[in-house]
T-cell receptor, first 114, second 114 residues
Framework: DQQVKQNSPSLSVQEGRISILNCDYT??????FLWYKKYPAEGPTFLIS?????DKNEDGRFTVFLNKSAKHLSLHIVPSQPGDSAVYFC?????????????FGTGTRLKVLA | NAGVTQTPKFQVLKTGQSMTLQCAQD?????MYWYRQDPGMGLRLIYY???????DKGEVPNGYNVSRLNKREFSLRLESAAPSQTSVYFC?????????????FGPGTRLTVT
């Protein structure tokens, strides 16, 4: 059973417009939620995170929103740029066995059109 | 400061052969992880280690063994490779006690089992 879901495999957006990537989760014990960006043939790189006790976190063009009651989070990229084209993974962490364990979604491929 | 390094970058095995994927990090992190990435499946956790000398199973541990040799190194072993283990394998590290929750990923090992 998937605890973290990204239901949109792909998304295309015009350059300069807003990109909204969505993620749903089922486990209310998750502490933190993170977004990673992945280019082909590279490892994922951390983008932004949010604590389960907050509802918004902003870093430059990237904002993550958390709706705990709906068990839903979203990543907003404004304005979108061609260099943002990549696969985006949502991840959730829970404390277990002396560290954080991370569960990832299946990813959303974002294509920003010039 | 190399971050997380993985060797080899590519490997082709025949069914039944064994091999060890190597991972090392130079960030003095306590926690290390192994993931596999398959098309449409996202990143799935194979094993993780909270600290030197401890290891725990993740979502998909069957067919794998791990060794946390020291604080820097965390290896993944396939004793008898199967075609279902064809995948891209990522190693990651993090520091649970640093107040940040992000993981740092290596560049990946692309494994094909024929």
């Amino acid at each position: 059973d998937q605890q973290v879901k990204q239901n949109s495999p792909s998304l295309s957006v015009q350059e300069g417009r807003i990109s909204i990537l969505n993620c749903d989760y089922t486990n209310s014990m998750f502490d933190y939620f993170l977004w990673y960006k992945k280019y082909p043939a590279e490892g994922p790189t951390f983008l932004i995170s949010i604590s389960s006790i907050k509802d918004k976190n902003e870093d430059g063009r990237f904002t993550v929103f958390l709706n705990k009651s709906a068990k839903h989070l979203s990543l907003h990229i404004v304005p979108s740029q061609p260099g943002d084209s990549a696969v985006y993974f949502c991840a959730a962490s829970e404390w277990t066995s002396g560290t954080y364990k991370y569960i990832f979604g299946t990813g959303t491929r974002l294509k920003v059109l010039a | 400061n190399a971050g997380v390094t993985q060797t080899p970058k590519f490997q082709v095995l025949k069914t039944g052969q064994s091999m060890t994927l190597q991972c090392a990090q130079d960030m003095n992190h306590n926690s290390m992880y192994w993931y596999r990435q398959d098309p449409g499946m996202g990143l799935r956790l194979i094993y993780y280690s909270a600290s030197e000398g401890t290891t725990d199973k993740g979502e998909v541990p069957n067919g794998y063994n791990v060794s946390r040799l020291n604080k820097r190194e965390f290896s993944l072993r396939l004793e008898s490779a199967a075609p279902s283990q064809t995948s891209v394998y990522f190693c990651a590290s993090s520091e649970a006690w640093a107040g940040t929750y992000e993981q740092y990923f290596g560049p990946g090992t692309r494994l094909t089992v024929t």
